[in-house]
């Protein structure tokens, strides 16, 4: 009989937790099932897991507010997707021209995630538009966005303090498995956080930058600033005395047809320059109209300060740039050796290092250049020549998708490489002026490289190929 009564009690309460609205503890947090955009509003209280159905939820312009709320999830099932609809705004600050809205608007809170989602805007897009997003957050802490997908808005995803003076000191945010598409300016924008405080992992950025016009100049918190639809990621800082410079990490992620004539811009409001906006770690990219490195990730040699090393050495500023962008380092007792010949497996550490990665030995590097098809891995130990730099430096380029000014005709080098790759990749170098003949007018491929010569060839590589 009490077997019967408790399965009849499990059976009621199974039924009654799937009515809308039903809601009950688990694992320190409320589950609420939502059928409707309203039911969903009203859900949203701290401690609270949110689960929606397989359909459109239309949130209006006014979307959904989460405000100082703290530990929610909103997790939807197959078919889920949470629709704004954004309105004209009168604010004098955009001349009354502009569109307005947020779907997700995110305030002041903490550990919040956002799982299986569509969220977006379905009606056409709207050139004119400044500001609409799929999700803002502003002075939030521990944000995942997981397995979803922002469609349709001005600028997918934006991250920003509360105010201009509360920078987002400590805040973490994170993408994992997501996409960001089909956005008129950009992709996302970061200001105010720390550096390597973003974080997107296996996530897919396509078809962004549909816009064609800039947005004009527009007053704005008292102060004029151009609104471009000219970047795909977009930040600015305010220098508070903390780190400000690389917030974004991209990890495995993919960059297919964006539109954005640069990839990235970081502004300083207070020092008006520009920094670099990301580290990208084993990222693709396929049919971008955008320059691919921003020039802002080489910056300009200065003089070296190694012993070995005067400033009228003839490669002293080449390598003063490649070791203040930690690609290459001294031997100790503050020497260089700028005439000691590279080893393989040292050239794979720093090709790995461009590509943003930190193999934590020489081991992790050959690991690296090997499953990424970059280099055979083999002779580890052996001297680099210039046959095998161009070789890894083209393979990298090429996998990396990353323009340049075409091949060079060989013949009036009489010791071309015969193998079609090898011919292929000296062609390439030579014709974007990364490798030069030699003296006795030679390309010399089988000739080995040393310290410094390395530094100079990378940084041609930095500035006529990822520039």
């Given at each position: 009989m009490k077997t019967r009564l408790f399965s009849a009690l499990l059976v009621l309460a199974l039924a009654?937790?799937?009515?809308?609205?039903?809601?009950?503890?688990?694992?320190?947090?409320?589950?609420?099932?939502?059928?409707?955009?309203?039911?969903?509003?009203?859900?949203?209280?701290?401690?609270?897991?949110?689960?929606?159905?397989?359909?459109?939820?239309?949130?209006?312009?006014?979307?959904?507010?989460?405000?100082?709320?703290?530990?929610?999830?909103?997790?939807?099932?197959?078919?889920?997707?949470?629709?704004?609809?954004?309105?004209?705004?009168?604010?004098?600050?955009?001349?009354?021209?502009?569109?307005?809205?947020?779907?997700?608007?995110?305030?002041?809170?903490?550990?919040?995630?956002?799982?299986?989602?569509?969220?977006?805007?379905?009606?056409?897009?709207?050139?004119?538009?400044?500001?609409?997003?799929?999700?803002?957050?502003?002075?939030?802490?521990?944000?995942?966005?997981?397995?979803?997908?922002?469609?349709?808005?001005?600028?997918?995803?934006?991250?920003?303090?509360?105010?201009?003076?509360?920078?987002?000191?400590?805040?973490?945010?994170?993408?994992?498995?997501?996409?960001?598409?089909?956005?008129?300016?950009?992709?996302?924008?970061?200001?105010?956080?720390?550096?390597?405080?973003?974080?997107?992992?296996?996530?897919?950025?396509?078809?962004?930058?549909?816009?064609?016009?800039?947005?004009?100049?527009?007053?704005?918190?008292?102060?004029?600033?151009?609104?471009?639809?000219?970047?795909?990621?977009?930040?600015?800082?305010?220098?508070?005395?903390?780190?400000?410079?690389?917030?974004?990490?991209?990890?495995n992620c993919i960059f297919t047809n964006n539109k954005n004539p640069h990839r990235d811009c970081y502004v300083s409001l207070e020092e008006d320059g520009e920094g670099t906006f990301a580290v990208y770690k084993d990222c693709t990219f396929e049919g971008n109209s955008w320059t691919e490195v921003p020039s802002s990730s080489a910056p300009s040699p200065s003089a070296s300060s190694f012993q070995d090393v005067p400033g009228h050495y003839w490669a002293s500023k080449e390598i003063a740039w490649a070791t203040s962008l930690g690609i290459m380092n001294g031997v100790g007792g503050g020497t260089f050796s700028p005439g000691e010949n590279v080893t393989c497996q040292q050239a794979w550490m720093v090709v790995a290092r461009i590509a943003g990665n930190s193999p934590a030995n020489m081991a992790a590097a050959q690991e690296w250049v090997t499953e990424n098809h970059i280099s055979s891995g083999k002779n580890a130990a052996g001297p680099l020549t210039r046959q095998e730099l161009v070789k890894l430096l083209f393979r990298y380029a090429r996998k990396q998708h990353l323009p340049d000014k075409g091949p060079a005709s060989l013949k009036e080098y009489p010791d071309t490489p015969d193998q079609q790759l090898e011919s292929e990749a000296m062609s390439w170098a030579v014709g974007n002026g990364i490798l030069t003949g030699t003296s006795g007018g030679r390309l010399n491929p089988g000739g080995t490289i040393t310290r410094a010569q390395f530094a100079v060839i990378l940084y041609r590589f930095y500035q006529n190929i990822l520039s």
């Open positions: 009654l937790a799937v009515l809308p609205g039903a809601a009950w503890a688990a694992g320190g947090q409320t589950v609420v099932y939502a059928s409707t955009a309203e039911e969903l509003k009203a859900a949203l209280k701290s401690d609270t897991h949110i689960i929606l159905e397989g359909k459109d939820y239309n949130v209006g312009h006014e979307g959904l507010s989460l405000s100082f709320l703290n530990n929610v999830t909103i997790q939807g099932t197959a078919g889920t997707r949470i629709i704004g609809e954004e309105y004209l705004n009168s604010d004098p600050r955009y001349n009354g021209a502009a569109k307005y809205g947020m779907i997700f608007y995110i305030d002041n809170s903490t550990n919040i995630l956002l799982q299986n989602l569509s969220i977006g805007y379905t009606s056409p897009p709207i050139e004119t538009s400044t500001e609409y997003y799929a999700v803002r957050a502003v002075g939030t802490f521990d944000l995942t966005i997981h397995h979803c997908d922002l469609f349709g808005a001005n600028t997918g995803l934006r991250l920003a303090p509360s105010s201009v003076e509360d920078a987002v000191w400590g805040a973490k945010f994170h993408m994992e498995d997501s996409s960001i598409r089909d956005s008129i300016s950009g992709i996302a924008e970061i200001s105010q956080m720390e550096t390597e405080s973003a974080s997107f992992h296996k996530c897919t950025f396509s078809g962004n930058g549909l816009g064609t016009k800039d947005y004009g100049t527009l007053p704005a918190y008292g102060e004029t600033h151009d609104y471009l639809s000219q970047y795909s990621f977009w930040g600015d800082y305010i220098d508070y005395g903390k780190p400000v410079d690389l917030p974004a990490v991209f990890t």
